[in-house]
């Protein structure tokens, strides 16, 4: 990049930096998510080290926090407000252990760890114990004045036991529970995450708006505002214990290591269990701090950080990237995705060069343009996904993607009826491998991998399922990288499934509406008809009625012509012909319990006394149909089993507004797919222990 390009770059990033903090910290609304405004400015701070000429005083670098909108009175802060620096790597976190050694000269220093909740930053101000002032941050030096509504904080002492004169600071915030049901009470409002309704509430006009957003707050920070006040606190925990003689709410945890290794661990651990919501808070990271208050004082400041603090981020799972490309893909039901190609961008430890865009309305409703810098998110396992461009990001060069109205591989007109746009025709080559691949796939065949299959097809090797058992050694070995010990491997893989489960065979052939489920479901039917004859493939020549596929219990229309559609297929009829050819054989597993759906997979808690059951039944019962048992109530739990003299979890189940079941109605939810049967048989058939899943197949094999 030369000077003028960086001059242009510079000010794009400016522009949409400055957009983006005055929303965040003045209307306190989110254009774009933080990880991605974090982004900006590591862009912005990399091109103005580059070109360290083209730094401006304007520049969000040259700054802490926003300029104040002139909503609230601007307080002038006693103690300049320090940021945090922030670390993603552990070798970040390594490097600050050896500068805090070397500037105290020292082998061991101990650390304290807290979880950093996504709030807002406040400062108070109390006088002779009592509650003068609240503060925002601000720039660091002027915040505005919200005493009026951190006054509305329920738990937060007006005035202190002891007339102390001290600053502390914290962060404040909305719990989730109390976002959740705000966001029910107020389904018109747009309440985007419980740190800009915090934001929001703390900076209204009004009282009793943020009193009715029922904030919290916890502090972290302490400063004697007269030099007299000797409150021998010497180390976080110190100040925390303070805090509860003084009922200041603080978090209710903190961790202490004597090695940033331990430390590393601890946060590593986090990331990996991306825990996000700690005590019914949004936390977004943990800080870690120089646990003994004298070191901290000798270590100081930067010019804008505390030298003996560090803000351990949660890695971020919205990054923006530049969208090279829109490729149309052809899936195996022939829907065509468009997937943008993108500038290999690392999101959450794992590099993205490709992400969905979902489908022609998507595309469409996000106006993304090929060349624009877009925002991608990718979090866990799920596919990475476009969400949005950065529109203020564009140059003039971006090109507005054209989708086909014909498949990019077989030409034919695509349907575009509904949301997802198809190729319909049965012989398309994309949808073929990609059924080819789902079908090896779901059949777990080693060896048998996406390369394979389009070098099987490109040498006209395969044309149905049933030629993958026809291969032979001799065909493989015109393969790439087939040499003999592959060739043996993939024969035996295939072989192993000449028995093949039928319902696992039904659903891996990819036939459209006809998943896991509904495949057992049809299996069932077929396990029934009439045998005339040992050879499976006879069963094809029997005539399926819509009306026996509609008495099957969850079975719907669409599904059951699909699958007659299939059954009564020439194509069908051949290829279980040519698999019975090939002497693959056909199981059918024993349908499996029915599943309790009142029951499997929810939380309960238990409470009180019953007259039928003991408490220990009762829990049984529940977890041999899939239920959970949970000790206490949380807003976690979904129904709470209510027995006579219950207590306060009866109580605290009702604030939660959590579903409460009596003795009968649990009786009346346990029956459901047990079938008029006693107690004792209830009990009797819950408690044995469940089969293991291969005694539980019947071998009968066609
Ligand atoms: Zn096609």
Redesign the pocket.
Known sequence: MNQEQAKTRIAQLKTQLWKAINAYFNDDTEIIPESVRDQLKYELIELESQFPELITPDSPTQRVGAPLSGKLPKITHKNRKFSLQDAFEPEELREFDTRIKKFLKTKSVEYSVEYKIDGLNVTLWYQNGQLQKAVTRGDGFVGEDITHTIKTIKNLPLQLPQPLNIEVSGECFIKRSVFETLQKQHPDENFANPRNLAAGSVRQLDPQIAAERNLSINLYDLKPLTPEENLNITTQQDLFDFFETQHLPHQPEMKIFDDIEQVIDFCLLMNEQNIRVKNDTDIDGLVIKVHNFADRKRLGYTAKTAKYAMAWKFPAEQKYTKLLDIHFQ?GRT?AITPVGILKPVNIAGSTVSRATLHNAEELERKKVLIGDTVIIRKAGDIIPEILAPIESLRNGDEQVPEFPTT?P??A?SLNTSETVYR?T?TH?P??KQANFIFFAEKLKIEGLGKKTIEALLELELIHSVADFWKLTPLDLANLPGFKAKKIENLLSALKKQKKLSFPLFLAALGIRHIGTENAKILSHVIHNLPREADEFWALTKLEIALEQLLAQDGLGEVVAQSFLEFWHDETTKNLFLELSKQEVRFFFPKQKKIINQHVNQKKFVITGSFSQFSRDEIKKLLVDNGGKILSSISRNCDVLIVGEKAGSKKTKAEAFGISQWDEATFLEKIKVGVEQKTLEEIIATNTKSTDKDDENIQMNLF
């Open positions: 052809v022939g498949c591989e077989c034919q190729c025709n398309c994309a949808k």
